[in-house]
């Protein structure tokens, strides 16, 4: 299935789109967006990623790099997981350092 993430920028919070594979071939892609909320000081992360079909270890390094570049303090929210997708973050233990969620919460969705 082919990649693709879109990004939007609210009052500081960035959300992008993913759908298709997260992995070696499409990480990159998901970097560069990172890097732009990044520039864009953004003090939130959303990743909707309810499309993602699956996440390999370079999807996880993704939310590493985020991680690591987003502010002290920054929240990054993986909204609609699918299960193959959480069980991935789970058994990394990444899942202790992001928020997983059903859906948007309201205020989210209002920006």
Do not use: W
Not at 2 to 21: N, P, Q, V, W
Not at 95 to 103: I, N
């Amino acid at each position: 299935m082919t990649f693709d993430a879109k990004m939007h920028i609210d009052e500081g919070t960035a959300t992008i789109r993913l759908s298709g594979e997260l992995d070696g071939r499409s990480a990159p892609r998901l970097n560069l967006l990172i890097s732009d909320a990044v520039t864009a000081q953004v003090r939130r992360l959303v990743l909707l990623v309810s499309d993602v079909t699956y996440m390999s270890s370079a999807g996880i390094r993704c939310l590493l790099f985020a991680h690591q570049k987003l502010p002290r303090g920054a929240e990054i929210v993986l909204v609609g997981t699918r299960q193959e997708v959480a069980e991935t973050i789970r058994m990394t233990g990444f899942d202790r350092t992001v928020v997983m969620q059903e859906s948007v919460e309201r205020e989210s969705a209002e920006a």
